[in-house]
């Protein structure tokens, strides 16, 4: 599978998840009110975001990001870039 197709994959992956995540805000109740969806159907969303889970993880092990996750801007960094100088050498130019 070309990386294009990759892409373009992930790109719907990831618009469904969110429009189904918006559909869910939209229809959750307020506290001490009914759901309007039926126990059938919250367990069908649920397995939707399982399935779209398992999808999303299986096109970025076939990407090799298969340790990918979010950064966060105040997440602590575990690791620190040196730059290293060559030195100069002894040895006159010829």
Not at 42 to 51: D, P, Q, S
Not at 53 to 66: M, P, V
């Amino acid at each position: 599978m070309s990386n294009e197709a990759l892409s373009k994959e992930q790109r719907i992956l990831r618009a469904m998840r969110k429009t189904l995540a918006s559909v869910i805000k939209d229809v959750t109740p307020k506290s001490g009110y009914l759901s309007p969806l039926s126990d059938e159907t919250v367990e069908g969303i649920k397995e939707c975001f399982t399935l779209i889970s398992i999808r999303e993880r299986e096109l970025a092990d076939e990407l090799g990001l298969a340790t990918a996750k979010p950064h966060y801007t105040d997440e602590v960094k575990t690791s620190t870039v040196v730059n290293f100088i060559k030195p100069k050498s002894d040895k006159p130019e010829s």
